[in-house]
């Protein structure tokens, strides 16, 4: 039957009053089992507790009521009676872990702290190990931010047998640490994380990553257990020009991964670079290589080094054979390998060469062998190959580029005669560059020649006059070869053609100097060789002109002496003065020069440029092509040339028009420096990188920091390396 609670209150106030403490006691009592949440009964029985020296049960009642009020959310008033335990029982475990709890809800941290410090303390006095690594724990949770407590309590959790809350935190706290720079502090964490599990790889990734950041790399390369993390040491190794050390890791790396095949390639061009092939075979076979055309090209590099030239060639044509565009590779190879054998290097590029021109790609087949013999100057066989493709592909610039390199080379290889065939040649198309008469000089004296300068003048006097095979006559003036036709049955051939009448010479024939008859049409004048008549100036307008018939022997040579002295026109050869070479040379281009602003070119160009103001493009470039015939008109004809057909889109003939420009002289400095910009934007855009880069060269030594070449030979440098 329920008490009445009133009733029974004032019973026990009534007693308590009497002194008679247990009776009131026992009243409370009835009202507190009765009632559990009457609170305020409940303390005021705690109360008497304490009065009457019953401190257990008092602390009973005063924690069931604080229990209570944490519970309801009234977590002051029970952090308070938690205090009223402690001030009657110090040393109560259990009110110093709530009492903590409460005070850490609260905010209030330095009362967390000491009551956990106060139970931990009890707990270490009593060998309560497992109880004061729970304590530990408790205070870590505290304040996160304390790393030194996190770390006690990573170390806590292993006196309670809690590897995996250790483990958790460990790697927790190292990472926090790291972020800090606290970086010996995140290794040992690290560590002892590492202890307790050792096959745990992303502690080991993690270390890596601390040690990597340290700079030890020795320790980062015991805690790499995959192939890519040693790449990542390496890598690091390298970067601090350690590569040694960045080799070995390498090696160490493809060991753990045997199926990893751009290690194995990597680690062969190292090798190869170093020149140990005995090495760089060890990494790489064409059977590792498989159907990888930059590994097989590797492959081949390394059997080529190694001395198996039959094998690396083999696999070259298989390349190319697959896909021709692979050539530029081939080629650069060719060149690479042509400074340890040169031979064998032409071999690779030759090949590059013939694909090129099997698809009439004459420009970079021509390319590839001008890099060859750009790094091995005097390669007589690549020179040779160079210029029979310039003719096949009518790349006249750069055949007059390496006709001269093939004279240099026949020279240097005492080839005398094949030196003065050529070197003749080329003087007799631009008989103004001394470099060419120089060439032609040297093979003189090889011959054995007792006087070459004065034979040279004989030639450019007209006296025995040079001749060029170049065999472009278009716009000369000569009508073009007809065959004769053919005999009827029964005829001979001197009947077929009734002898024409010979006109009259226009002055005296010189019996002291025979007639000579007009060269056969594959070794006739070209239009670069002198021009003898126009040399004569004036004097030949004064004389009958020559009637010009088919079987008319011509006699073209002149002496210039007689233009000098034309007082000594009728004298013998023996009675003139010896011919000064240098004389004529210079009285040839007074000449030359002279008649230059006369000509027909001028107008001509003139013509080009309004037919290009215009819009007529197709009929501005024939009225150009013609212009460039002219020495002192060709830089700016061919570069104008260069410009339009590379806004056409055609890099090919843009690139063989700056050519021509690049051997003629420019008006200016500036003007020649744009052009060599234009010309290497050229030859970048068509994929020839190595030449590209060797005229932005040319052009930063000679013009400096020159718009952006700085940056564009960085850039094709690059290109190249990779390459």
């Known amino acids: 039957m329920p008490i009445d609670r009133a009733a029974t209150l004032r019973q026990a106030e009534k007693l308590l009053r009497q002194g008679k403490l247990d009776q009131a006691i026992a009243e409370y009592l009835r009202v507190v089992t009765e009632q559990p949440r009457d609170w305020n009964t409940a303390n005021i029985l705690g109360d008497l507790y304490v009065r009457a020296k019953q401190i257990d049960k008092a602390v009973e009642q005063y924690l069931r009521i604080a229990d209570g009020l944490s519970g309801d959310g009234f977590l002051p008033k029970a952090g308070a009676l938690y205090k ?55 205070l870590v949770a505290l304040d996160p931010a304390d790393v030194d407590a996190r770390l006690a309590g990573a170390r806590a959790h292993l006196d309670i047998d809690d590897a995996v809350g250790a483990l958790r935190e460990f790697k927790e706290v190292a990472a926090e640490l790291a972020d800090k720079g606290r970086s010996a502090e995140a290794i040992e964490a690290l560590r002892q994380a590492a202890t307790i599990s050792p096959a745990d790889e992303d502690i080991r990734e993690r270390l890596l990553e601390i040690y990597l950041g340290a700079g030890d790399f020795a320790r980062a390369r015991e805690c790499a257990s995959t192939a890519e993390q040693l790449k990542s040491v390496a890598a690091r190794l390298d970067a601090i020009g350690q590569e040694d050390e960045a080799l070995a890791t390498l090696r160490e790396a493809a060991r753990l991964d045997p199926a990893d095949t751009d290690l194995k390639a990597h680690l062969a061009r190292a090798f190869v670079a170093r020149g140990d092939m005995g090495s760089a075979a060890e990494y790489l076979t064409v059977e590792t290589a498989g159907n990888n055309p930059q590994l097989l090209l590797t492959v081949a590099e390394i059997q080529l080094r190694a001395g198996g030239t039959d094998e690396a060639l083999s696999i070259v044509r298989r390349l190319i054979d697959e896909d021709a565009s692979r050539r530029q590779d081939v080629a650069l190879l060719g060149c690479a390998i042509a400074e340890q054998a040169p ?27 001008q890099e060859f013999v750009t790094r091995v100057p005097n390669h007589v066989s690549a020179l040779v190959k160079l210029v029979g493709i310039c003719v096949d ?9 390496a006709q001269a390199q093939l004279a240099d080379a026949y020279i240097a290889a005492g080839s005398a005669e094949e030196a003065r065939f050529i070197s003749e040649d080329l003087v007799a198309r631009e008989p103004w560059d001394r470099a060419n008469i120089e060439r032609f000089r040297r093979a003189l004296v090889i011959l054995g020649e007792p006087d070459p300068d004065a034979l040279i003048a004989e030639r450019l006097s007209g006296v025995s006059p040079f001749t060029a095979t170049d065999l472009s006559l278009e716009g ?114 007074g000449e030359a020069s002279r008649r230059e602003g006369h000509d027909a070119a001028e107008e001509e160009y003139k013509r080009a440029l309004a037919l290009r103001d215009a819009g007529q493009i197709d009929e501005c470039i024939a009225a150009l092509r013609t ?89 094709l440098a690059k290109v190249q390396t990779r390459g």
């Open 476 to 589: 000369e003036g000569l009508p073009p070869f007809e065959p004769d036709p053919p005999t009827p049955p029964g005829r001979s051939n001197a009947a077929a053609a009734p002898p024409q009448p010979v006109a009259a010479p226009s002055r005296a024939p010189e019996p002291q100097r025979a007639a000579r008859p007009v060269q056969a049409a594959h070794f006739e004048l070209s239009k670069n060789a002198i021009d003898l008549e126009s040399l004569l100036g004036d004097i030949e307008k004064a004389q009958k002109p020559r009637v010009r018939q088919e079987s008319a022997e011509v006699d073209l040579s002149v002496d210039l002496d007689d233009i000098r002295n034309p007082s000594q026109a009728g004298a013998s050869a023996s009675d003139r003065p010896a011919l000064d070479m240098d004389g004529v040379f210079a009285q040839f281009h």
């Open 343 to 369: 031979d064998t290097g032409f071999q690779l590029v030759e090949l590059a060469a013939d694909s090129a021109v099997t698809e009439s790609d004459w420009p970079s087949a021509a390319a590839a062998l």
């Open 84 to 138: 009223k335990i402690l001030k009657v029982k110090p040393d109560d475990e259990r009110a110093l872990l709530k009492g903590a709890e409460t005070a850490a809800t609260l905010g209030l941290l330095a009362d967390a702290r000491s009551y956990l410090n106060t139970l931990g303390e009890r707990r270490r006095s009593r060998g309560d190990k497992a109880g004061v690594a729970q304590i530990k724990i408790r």
């Open 393 to 401: 592909g009518g790349l006249e610039a750069t055949m007059y580029s």
């Open 627 to 715: 212009a460039s015939r002219a020495p002192r008109l060709r830089f700016v004809t061919a570069s104008l040339l260069g410009r339009i057909y590379r806004q056409r889109g055609m890099v090919p003939q843009a690139i063989e028009w700056f050519e021509r420009a690049a051997e003629a002289p420019a008006p200016s400095a500036d003007e020649g420096h744009v052009m060599l910009y234009e010309l290497a934007d050229a030859l970048e855009s068509a994929g020839e990188v190595a030449r590209a880069l060797a005229i932005c060269m040319e052009l930063q030594a000679d013009a400096g920091d020159f718009r952006d070449v700085s940056l564009r030979i960085d850039r």
